[in-house]
């Protein structure tokens, strides 16, 4: 707890609310977007044995084939990959104080950005699609008053009951006036 709190800079009496990620099915669907880009060569592969027979007999272009899948099936890992690192590192915080976006784009690249709760002026939860509704996530978009003047939380699990619960942050806040 100690490592989350300085890498996230936050004060003694900050309190985490909550941590958010994408739902699971967004990377699902890439997951299974790849393994049927990655099962192409072997489909490939049978319809050559099966009608051209003789591309595979021969060993230098059965080699330069084995080469050129082999490639393929490289970048279709690194492409996963890079989708996980896109998925398991974009995050949203929600503290007692402020809202903090984590937006990691690619291996090196990652932009943070924080917006006190007394800045949020506007909070709209949004869930479109089949599998959006079924399986409840969709967008929380949060207009600021900040530089950064809206936050967009992407295909997060149960975004009307987060935009409720940041709403009534930021209502303890205005009532208060402690932050």
Same mark, same amino acid.
């Given at each position: 707890m100690k490592l989350r709190r300085s890498l996230l800079q936050l004060d003694l009496n900050e309190r985490i609310v909550f941590f958010l990620h994408r739902h699971w099915f967004i990377f699902f669907k890439k997951v299974l977007s790849y393994l049927i880009l990655g099962s192409l060569p072997f489909l490939v592969y049978f319809i050559l044995k099966i009608y051209f027979p003789s591309i595979l007999a021969d %060993? /230098? #272009?059965y080699? &330069? &084939?084995v080469l050129l899948v082999s490639l393929y099936l490289i970048f279709i890992w690194i492409s996963l990959f890079h989708a996980w690192i896109d998925y398991y590192f974009d995050l949203w915080v929600v503290t007692n104080k402020q809202i #903090? +976006? #984590? =937006? =990691?784009a690619g291996l090196f690249n990652r932009t943070l950005s924080k917006q006190p709760l007394n800045r949020v002026q506007d909070i709209t939860a949004e869930s479109k699609g089949f599998f959006p509704? /079924?399986?409840r996530f969709g967008n929380v978009y949060i207009q600021t008053a900040g530089a950064k003047e809206r936050f967009v939380f992407r +295909? #997060? %699990?149960n975004p009307y009951e987060v935009? =409720? %619960?940041i709403n009534k942050l930021v209502k303890e806040i205005l009532t208060t006036g402690v932050l």
């Amino acid at each position: 707890m100690k490592l989350r709190r300085s890498l996230l800079q936050l004060d003694l009496n900050e309190r985490i609310v909550f941590f958010l990620h994408r739902h699971w099915f967004i990377f699902f669907k890439k997951v299974l977007s790849y393994l049927i880009l990655g099962s192409l060569p072997f489909l490939v592969y049978f319809i050559l044995k099966i009608y051209f027979p003789s591309i595979l007999a021969d %060993k /230098i #272009i059965y080699s &330069l &084939l084995v080469l050129l899948v082999s490639l393929y099936l490289i970048f279709i890992w690194i492409s996963l990959f890079h989708a996980w690192i896109d998925y398991y590192f974009d995050l949203w915080v929600v503290t007692n104080k402020q809202i #903090i +976006d #984590i =937006q =990691q784009a690619g291996l090196f690249n990652r932009t943070l950005s924080k917006q006190p709760l007394n800045r949020v002026q506007d909070i709209t939860a949004e869930s479109k699609g089949f599998f959006p509704t /079924i399986l409840r996530f969709g967008n929380v978009y949060i207009q600021t008053a900040g530089a950064k003047e809206r936050f967009v939380f992407r +295909d #997060i %699990k149960n975004p009307y009951e987060v935009g =409720q %619960k940041i709403n009534k942050l930021v209502k303890e806040i205005l009532t208060t006036g402690v932050l």
